[in-house]
Each structure stands twice: as C-alpha cells, then as structure tokens.
C-alpha cells in the first residue's frame, strides 16, 4: 500500500479533509467524548493472531 498523503499533488485534498474533521468534531460536540481504548485482554483477533507468530 503506498501513502498518497505525503505527496505534494494531495496536499489540497488532505487539509480538505482535515478541516471536515475539525468541523465535524465541532457540531457533535465529540472532542468532548475520547474514545477509551480496550482493556489489553479485548484486543482485536487480527492483533492476536500476528502476536502468536
């Protein structure tokens, strides 16, 4: 997988982006709310499954 956010030619798109992140967080109010993350004995399956290797 190659990342395309780096490159110059979608620098416009990518803060386009950016800015309907921040306008989303701002009208649900959902900077207020953080996300937790799991107890470390709920990790994902695919997490578990690259660990037993």
């Given at each position: ?23 989303w967080n701002r009208l649900t ?25």
């Amino acid at each position: 997988m190659k990342n395309l956010a780096g490159q110059p030619t979608f620098a416009g798109e990518v803060e386009r982006h950016r800015n309907l992140l921040v306008e989303w967080n701002r009208l649900t109010a959902e900077d207020k709310h953080a996300v937790k993350p799991p107890p470390k004995n709920q990790r994902n399956k695919t997490q578990q499954k690259k660990n037993r290797k």
